[in-house]
């Protein structure tokens, strides 16, 4: 997994092909009576499918809002959580499962804040990318779409100027059939290092 010191549980793939990534949301709320966002994203790694990791996470919940995208070989699910409610996002017609920083579906008695207004265009970038390719894109493509610099610095290869206070600091592109990952740590555009995991 990639994360930072000290936490149990963050992005990542496990030995038997599940995954799971991470969009931070801040909408207001947090229910002491269920798991850690953290606590969460470690129950994913230590299940041995998308299933097993849903049952899971559903059964004990999660505390706060967060987007979890969590998947196998054999698909991938988006968890939208609040401290109130889940709302689950499925594949669409083409095996794919968009997000960035904000909720996609109404909740209930929840606000969301968008604390970052460029969200909304994100999501509706990877969208147009994802339709003019046609077809599901493979390891390479994907990782190219990560280098996406439209609406620089608030791209979805996000930069750290101009007014803007956040930058994408790794990306990681999963083969869940193949277990293995590629991680790159800085923007993709201009890489710090490169690694190749695999199980």
Known sequence: ?????????????????????????????????????????RAVLESNSCKDAVETLQKYGVASSCHMLVADSNGSVGLEWSYKDLQILEMNDK?????????????PEVTDTVWLEDSKFRIKRIQEICDELGHLPTLTEVQALFKDEKNYPFAICRAEE????????????????????????????????????SF
């Open 162 to 197: 101009q007014g803007n206070h956040s930058g994408t600091l790794f990306n990681i592109v999963m083969d869940l059939k193949a277990r293995k990952a590629s991680v790159i740590l800085g923007r993709p555009v201009t890489p710090e290092a490169v690694y190749e995991i």
């Open 95 to 107: 095996n794919q499962v968009f997000h960035s920083n904000h909720y996609l579906v109404p909740h």
């Open 1 to 41: 997994m990639v994360t930072e010191a000290g936490l149990i549980g963050k992005i990542g793939l496990n030995s038997a092909g599940v995954g799971v990534c991470l969009n931070a949301i801040r909408a207001k709320g947090m229910n002491k009576s269920r798991m850690p966002c953290h606590l969460g994203l």
